[in-house]
């Protein structure tokens, strides 16, 4: 479990087997396909890694709120469209609970290293940016 300080809203996050199911029911979709699609463009894009954290907060606790409610939750003051520490806190806190490097299967080696230059592709992105 991660705590992340997202909009000024400190969500805990868990992920777990249980978080694919959270995902694929609330939005229909698997949670990796939408990871990949989130960095496939120049800037990642944010709104899937809202719900990718929104997923993970309904792991660690099911009294979060329904996305859209929980969207609500934060504070209008604090957002930034392409917050790059915002996706940094997500990515962060998904590749370290979504991602475990553990000794066991290539699958989760080869998911691991795609997760890892996704991550070095956010830091890029962020720094462009940045730099706007």
């Known amino acids: 479990m991660l705590k992340a300080d997202i909009y000024g809203m400190e969500v805990p996050m868990q992920g777990s087997p249980y978080t694919y199911l959270v995902y694929r029911t609330e939005f229909g979709r698997g949670i990796l396909a939408d990871i990949q699609e989130a960095y496939s463009g120049d800037v990642p ?5 809202l719900q990718v954290a929104w997923a993970m907060a309904r792991t660690f606790d099911d009294a979060v709120p329904p996305y859209a409610d929980w969207l609500r939750g934060f504070d209008p003051k604090e ?16 590749s370290a609970e979504l991602f475990r490097v553990r000794k066991t299967g290539k699958a989760k080696r080869r998911i691991a290293r795609a997760v890892g230059r996704m991550a070095q592709r956010i830091g890029c992105a962020a720094d462009r940016v940045l730099a706007r």
Do not use: H, N, Y
């Open 79 to 94: 957002f930034a469209l392409g917050d790059a520490r915002a996706m940094e806190v997500i990515d962060k806190a998904a």
């Open 45 to 49: 894009d944010m709104s899937i890694l």
